[in-house]
């Protein structure tokens, strides 16, 4: 758990979220991490038969996924679990957009395709880690400040 996770929480989300997770025994914290390592063997498994991963975030207002942090852990599990940095960045990006049969249009840099895009301080295809190290969004064609928008969401996510 990230500190700038529970910053961008409203009070009463970061509560019920930290409620929630206290409310898990131990036994079931250990159960999770073996379940997060089956669950990855079962994707590397699943890829290397022909299948098209994907992965996303899905915020569900419970407060235990964010948008962006949370597809920026996904990548990071996703090396864990025994991809390449390379691959886990194609599987969040290039494959959902295949998935969605709009590949000819988005999920990859092209000319002639639309891009959000995010300018990272450092090398993610060699150091997944280095995904959070992000130094600009582009959205729409317009590059955003990062820590402006945390800054305008703090203490606000899970309030709507």
Known sequence: M??????????HAALNYLAARD??????????????????AFERAFVEAGGLLVAGC??????????GFGDQRNLILLVQGG???LEAIKIATLNGA???????????IAVGKAADLVVIDGD????????EKVKTVFKDGVGY????????????????
């Open 58 to 67: 899905d915020p569900t207002g419970n407060g235990s996924a964010m948008a």
């Open 98 to 108: 295949k998935l969605l049969k709009m590949d000819d249009r988005i999920g990859s």
């Open 145 to 160: 400040d990062p820590a402006k928008l945390i800054e305008s969401v703090k203490g606000r996510v899970g309030i709507h």
């Open 23 to 40: 409310r898990i025994p131990e036994a079931g914290r250990r159960f999770s991490g073996l379940r997060v390592q089956k669950e990855a």
């Open 2 to 11: 990230q500190q700038r996770f529970l910053d961008g929480l409203a009070p």
């Open 83 to 85: 991809f390449t940095p």
């Open 124 to 131: 993610p295809s060699r150091r997944i880690a280095d995904v």
